[in-house]
């Protein structure tokens, strides 16, 4: 779990809080991954490939080698700075009676993304002789799912400097990784050098003689490229270039460009509350998390649901990215947000292919997206109770992903006025994504309206279900969307818009078309009163308590546990519920309040979305007990592992709606006509609040208390103008 918490990245590299020597106290996943390089597993379906470990560092204390399981470790300590993104551990350890101190510290570059950083340093407390210090590039690793990389050659390149080319199996992506190392001691003292470049890996060891209380510190910096990477030259040479020559940084001097960056980050990021220290560092630890996973220059990536951090779902990116994490990129850095989108447009001709091949029109986007937007999402998994395989539907039912994108890419829009984005990306995947609703609902007759059958919506707890109402509610806008959008063009009288029409052959007729399906496909309301039927024949199921089939505490075997749960109102995650987070103001305040009364005590929050979501919805209802106590479950999902599955991976979906249900939820932040509303309902132990977020060029500063809202506002990169003005 630590190493997945600990894990350092900047949406390009991101590396897993392991340790740097060899290991041998305790379950470990050394983890390297580069966004976009995925290699097919055993079944073809595309997994992040997991790279050759570049802090990898080997101690030899006087003869003997430093593992911490043989000796005795009297202090510990492991430090993540959040404030400057960097990673600490140090310790004290005895073997034989000789006790040294190691520190080692390390970084990923926020400011350059292909770079990394590491220091440690050894001083020797109470005996003296030879220090055998190694630092390596190990290609020794593998998936968990098994081995995804060949070693192509280890090379020296200069004194001090080695690389390791590797390639990905089955994709055949290039990587490069090589380092610099300056080892150095205050005293002088000769340090000699020998290289390794055998075995798969690359590798560089020291040796010098200390003194008690001497210190010895090895510096290096490294970088990693891939045949994926925009550069002009090879792998290779990009890499050797990156670490030669006069301008090449040393381990302070990016240090220095890193901590600078993350200054910059956290000045435009940073949620302060005055209120438990635990609240405070766990919202920290969300902004910290999103920042690292977000690319900060390639649209051709997203961010998977455990961002760079582990292995689950194979980095496949979900409806996870534009509904939970995306608004913390809308509201903080736009430019980001709209990156991510632009990945979604490029997966489109996946999504196409997707649809035709189901029988349908226009783009259907994939449940799981990886590097084309094909559909990945596998087949089977095994039960992991029985190993038994167990069919997975949500590749094929799981739908509404179309129109969540959509509302990803119209929530940008609404706060960012962006027209070459509205009139290109956002019309194509609006358009795309109505015509493949006008070609998947079916008439029914007997109701008079069309359908939807055979899907699952957000609860996946139900599977293959008629009329999900989530998913018709967003069908039906994303057909108005996208009739909008279409007419748009249609009327547009700009050579851009008039381009954007022809290669998307908008028909006159299609608009009006859509709009009518969307007038047929109401959402089934159960009688007249405010209750919502999450889809068709729920509410005739079975009354179970849901800890009986929650999967945290269930042991029945998977297959059992599903068709138990089918015929259950029990419900795995929000589901009517989100449809109050995305549209508070469509819904009354009695339909939120009887369909909170009626479904969350019937949800069992097995998937780390729903807290947050509860969290929002009761803000909303001003229940800001239960608002709190699902913030805290969201806020602290990987911090005490809630959920029991850190160690996979982190919950970026989480930490986006985290977020969320700090400013959704006790600000009440809204869109306005002409900004933006905050209505605060704050918890009870929370005495202020203050945060900064974007809108349409300008950044609203908030500071919210109980009995006081101030809000300024000034214009985007030119802060400063109209300062003070309050709301
Ligand atoms: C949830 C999905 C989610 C996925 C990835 C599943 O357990 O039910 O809603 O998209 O995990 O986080």
Known sequence: MWESLCTLGNGYLGIRGHPEESWDAGPSLVGTY???VYAPDDHGIPELVNLPNIFATNLVLNGSPMRLANGNVTEYVRQLDMRHGVLRRSLVFTHHGHTTWVRFER??????????GQRVVVVPLNWSGELEFTFTIDGAVSNRSGRHIRVIEARQIASHIVMLL????GSEIRVGQIFRAQPWTPRKRPISERVETDNGRAELRYRCHLEPDECACFDRVLATYTSRDPIDTSVERASVRSLRGPRAPTYATLLAAH????RREWRRCDIEIDGPEQDQRAVRFAVFHLIQSCSRQDASVSIGAKG???????GHVFWDTEIFMLPFFIFTNPAAARRLLEYRHRTLAGARRKAREAGYRGAMFAWESADTGDETCPRFVP?????EPVRVLCGDLEQHISADIVYGADHYLRHHADRTFKQGIFAEIAIETARFWASRVTWNPSANRYSIPHVIGPDEFHEDVGDSTFTNYMAAWNLRTGAAAARELLAGRSGHSRMWGQWLRIKESEPDQWEAIADGLTPPVAGNGPLIEQHKGFFALQQVPPEQLSARISRTPEKQRMRRLQAAQVIKQADVLM??????QAFSRAQKLANWRYYEPRTTHDSSLSAGVHSIVASDLAHTGRAYHYFRFSAFMDLEDRLGNTCDGLHLAAMGVTWQSVVRGFLQMRAAENGLMFHPRLPKSWKEIRLA??????????????????VTEEQMRRAGLNKGKAR
């Not at 590797?166 to 199996?169: A, I, M, Q």
């Not at 901590?259 to 993350?262: E, F, Q, S, Y």
């Not at 449809?579 to 508070?584: E, I, N, R, S, V």
């Open 693 to 710: 977020v974007r809108h349409r060029r300008m950044v609203y500063r908030v500071v919210a208390r109980p009995d006081l809202l101030k």
């Open 308 to 314: 760079l951090s582990g292995e689950a779902y194979r």
């Open 259 to 262: 901590t600078a960056a993350w």
């Open 383 to 387: 039960d992991p109770r029985t190993g």
């Open 34 to 36: 580069v966004a976009g």
């Open 107 to 116: 970084f990923v570059c926020l400011d350059a993304p292909h770079l990394a």
């Open 579 to 584: 449809l109050f987070m995305l549209w508070p």
């Open 166 to 169: 590797t390639h990905t199996l």
